[in-house]
């Protein structure tokens, strides 16, 4: 397993992670523990979940008895005031068992936190990484000047963002993905399978793999799909003229 550091932040995290949306479909408690185990002990560290899903939280946080502290451990609130948002961390944390998150997301489609905004979201969220509650802050949003809104400011609290990247995304986000490099702020991809549109796992990743700054958050929904994608951290694509023109005629076929 390849493990990078996520932009200027000091977490060392699996290039491969696994976004626990999908815990909250398995039937069997049990099944969804031995997933995340099987992931955990192929190498990777970083689990990422969100309060919009708390039937996800809450089973991820069961499913990391044992071994919350050797994983990093990433969640997210799209409170609409810095009160709500301490609130969301709070049953953030007591779903997932545990005194602090690594990252936490602010996720928003429309406006970022400033200084002395009446919502009091910007302090919240310093508040937040003061006393510790999260090791680190991040910006999860799906439109494009939102993420560049929050580049532009040199002094930004978000050491980390959050975006939709794949095979069909835009020469935007290949804008942000760079900007992201050039200024050591950590990009996690969003969505690596286009929400299930793209559904071959080797493409996909060979793609993502091109970017070595990219962490692509893998909604894994059970072990042959996590199998799949372990193989190829283990035997990633190669990147040659041909695999450029495989991925150049799913794009031509969706857009």
């Known amino acids: 397993m390849e493990y990078i550091a996520l932009g200027k932040s000091d977490l060392m995290v699996s290039r491969t992670a696994f976004g626990a949306m999908s815990l909250k479909d398995f039937a069997d408690e049990e099944a969804a523990i031995a997933l995340v ?3 955990y002990e192929s190498g990777i ?3 990422d979940t969100s309060h919009s899903t708390p039937e996800s939280e ?13 994983v990093i451990l990433s969640s997210k609130s799209s409170a609409q005031s810095g009160n709500q948002l301490m609130s969301d961390l709070e049953e953030s944390l007591a779903a997932l068992h545990t005194d602090y998150v690594d990252l936490f997301h602010f996720e928003t489609e429309g406006f970022l936190p400033e200084k002395d905004k009446p919502d009091g979201i910007y302090k919240a969220l310093k508040l937040i990484k003061k006393t510790g509650k999260a090791r680190h802050i991040g910006l999860t ?11 532009a400011d040199e002094n930004s609290i978000f050491e980390v963002i959050q975006y939709p990247f794949n095979i069909l995304t835009d020469e935007d986000s290949k804008k942000i993905v760079e900007r992201c490099q050039v200024q050591d702020v950590g990009f996690i991809a969003m969505k690596p399978l ?3 549109l793209v559904q071959n796992i080797r493409l996909a990743f060979g793609f993502l793999n091109q970017f070595e700054n990219v962490v692509p958050v893998w909604g894994v929904r059970e072990s042959g799909e996590l199998q799949q ?3 190829y951290a283990s035997h990633p694509p190669v990147i040659d003229d041909a695999f450029k023109t495989e991925i150049e005629t799913v794009y031509d076929f969706f857009n």
């Open 37 to 39: 185990h099987e992931a």
């Open 45 to 47: 560290n970083f689990f």
């Open 58 to 70: 809450k089973r991820l946080g069961d499913c990391l008895h044992g071994i919350r502290q050797d």
């Open 141 to 151: 949003t799906q439109t494009a000047s939102v993420a560049f809104s929050a580049l």
């Open 194 to 196: 286009y929400s299930g």
């Open 229 to 231: 994608i372990l193989y």
